[in-house]
Nanobody
Framework: QVQLVESGGGLVQAGGSLRLSCAASGRTFSSSAMGWFRQAPGKEREFVAAISWRGSTIYYADSVKGRFTISRDNAKNTVYLQMNSLKPEDTAVYYC??????????????????WGQGTQVTVSS
């Protein structure tokens, strides 16, 4: 069984930065693709970023490209999301997800097997 625990969310002013972390338990982390998704109130969950098991392939949503950076440390079973130049529209609950059978990243939420509980990010204007 895999458990994912996000941390690092909080309240920040527009233009500020936050770094989210997602710590995974279980043996499948280092061979699995990981993703970050977010859900704002009244909106559907949307893709943010994804990274392959070795970190060699990375995808970003257009809305965060150039501002957010996804990375991973397989020795620590942790994936990160560095968020810079934050905007009020980035306000959402951020979730990390693990795609157990595949080392290839995907922007599709239905391809992920395990999800964290989410961490709130609020960006004030």
């Amino acid at each position: 069984q895999v458990q994912l625990v996000e941390s690092g969310g909080g309240l920040v002013q527009a233009g500020g930065s936050l770094r989210l972390s997602c710590a995974a338990s279980g043996r499948t982390f280092s061979s699995s693709a990981m993703g970050w998704f977010r859900q704002a109130p009244g909106k559907e969950r949307e893709f943010v970023a994804a990274i392959s098991w070795r970190g060699s392939t990375i995808y970003y949503a257009d809305s965060v490209k150039g501002r957010f950076t996804i990375s991973r440390d397989n020795a620590k079973n942790t994936v990160y999301l560095q968020m810079n130049s934050l905007k009020p529209e980035d306000t959402a609950v951020y979730y990390c997800a693990l795609d157990a059978p595949s080392g290839r990243p995907s922007p599709n939420a239905y391809e992920y097997d395990y999800w964290g509980q989410g961490t709130q990010v609020t960006v004030s204007s």
